[in-house]
């Protein structure tokens, strides 16, 4: 430790004496803060793990969440707490161990997040839109996916006696939830009413159907096995379950129709069936009132599409539990078996909120989803529980500038040594953060659903803003690139880890290696 202490007072002696200027340097208490901290995190790192079995193991998949997300996300922390910012981090980037992870998709440089996860839960990388096969399988043909099925680490899980859970802001049959559960020739499939007659003819299945039978169609898959299936599924996607009929819509349906479903079948009422011990909720209070200590199974529903926007999830006509609040009380349920569980999370919005170039909503999602891996985190044991942080891919989303410290992330440039916005070269101020393509600027004010983007024409390139308050939750940053949507991007992302089998997580990693991190700690293929 002495010689680490040296070492540490030495580089900062060498910025002196290199010749930095005293004002980019700390003051005394600030530089004896950082200083201490540093020598805490090394210490950290320092300290021999020799754990890596685990009893469970939680995934958190923060959809869309690229490094500039996180520091952007980091940074708008601190300053919501009244700081700089830049000092901060998120509870996770505070883990031991962390990792780069590539993403590409065998088909793909970028990828998307069907191809990606299917990656993190079976250990095979398979093409872009596709849904736990390999990739041998030919996107929307129902004949290619027997026989290029690959099992996942929820179904060996199940296959192993653990509980397991699934929890998504975004809907539960979209494409990253799914990739733990079911076999698709397509990610759209996610009710019948989305699938080709000649998918429906052949005999495959859509998502939602996979999600309600997964017992069934495991034990179909695999001779000689038993399973209990999924304990807890908590998301958003009502309308994938029920019937195009209003005769069934939830008490909170927002449209007249609410299901989709065009065979008539309600598989919520399916699944309530089969399941004569399980709780089916919609709401926040029906949320609420399930009991962990003498649930053996939830099913929650709590909205037609999509979970709302952290940012809008007041706004929601029956309440919705956060994405913490749905964490916790899934621990709470999984934690009843004395064998482990394995729960996976999904922050969806993060990615939908930067698909609609707002960096508002996607950098409040990320906090949100912040929350719930510290919950998470507060609520298992750190000898017994592997906790793996990372995301399926990031975004063109960008932090650019000269801004100086504690400038606000989400307003315009403010150089160092200056009180006013920077102009460019077109004598217009810019902001911070942007994005390379997608539909660029618009002012909603004080909108809090991103979405809203979506009721306008694209609208990029430069734009005047010297009077726009780029700092409202409303403000849609501005983009070069006209498209429908902003798109993914290809650089790698990261991998945050802790407890038994975490100091596995070094170096740069293909996203694959997720699944085998799992299996290690859990010893899921033996069985």
Known sequence: MKLILKAAASAIALAVSSGLHADVLPDSQAQSAWFTDAQSKIAQKLEVNSKFKAKNVILFVGDGMGVSTLTASRILKGQMAGEMGEEGYLAFEEFPYTALVKTYNVDAQTPDSAG??????????????????????????????????????LELAEIKGLSTGIISTARITHATPAATYAKSADRNWEDVSDMPEAAVTAGCKDIADQLVNFENYLEDRYTGIDVDGIEVAFGGGRRHFLPRDAAFNSPDAVSSVEGDRTDSRDLTAEWQDMYENGVYVY?????????????????????????QYEADRANDV????????????????????????????ESGRIDHGHHAGSAYNALTDTLAFEAAVKAAYE???????LILVTADHSHVFTIAGYPKRGNPILGKVVNVGSDEPAMAADNMPY??????????????????????????TANTGRMDITNVDTEASGYHQEALIPL????????????????????????????????HLINQALDLVEE
């Open 116 to 153: 990606t996860m299917t990656a993190m839960m079976s250990g095979l990388k398979t093409d872009v839109g596709v849904i736990g096969v390999d990739e041998d399988i030919e996107r929307g043909d129902c004949s290619t996916v027997a026989g290029n099925e690959v099992i996942t680490a």
């Open 283 to 307: 709401d926040q209070a029906g949320f609420d009132a399930i009991d962990p200590a003498s649930t053996e199974r939830v099913f929650g529903l709590f909205n037609e599409s999509h979970m």
């Open 318 to 345: 029956a309440g919705e539990p956060s994405v913490a609040d749905m964490t916790t009380k899934a621990i709470d349920i999984l934690d009843n078996n004395e064998k482990g569980f394995f729960l996976m999370v």
């Open 379 to 385: 609520n298992t044991n750190p000898e017994d529980t």
């Open 431 to 456: 902001t911070t953060l942007g994005y390379t393509n997608g539909l660029g600027f618009q002012d909603l004010g004080n909108e809090t659903d991103a979405d809203a983007i979506y009721a306008y």
């Open 484 to 515: 429908g949507s902003e798109t993914h991007a290809g650089e790698d992302i990261s991998l945050h880890a802790s407890g038994p089998g975490s100091q596995l997580v070094q170096g740069v990693v293909e996203q694959n290696v997720v699944f």
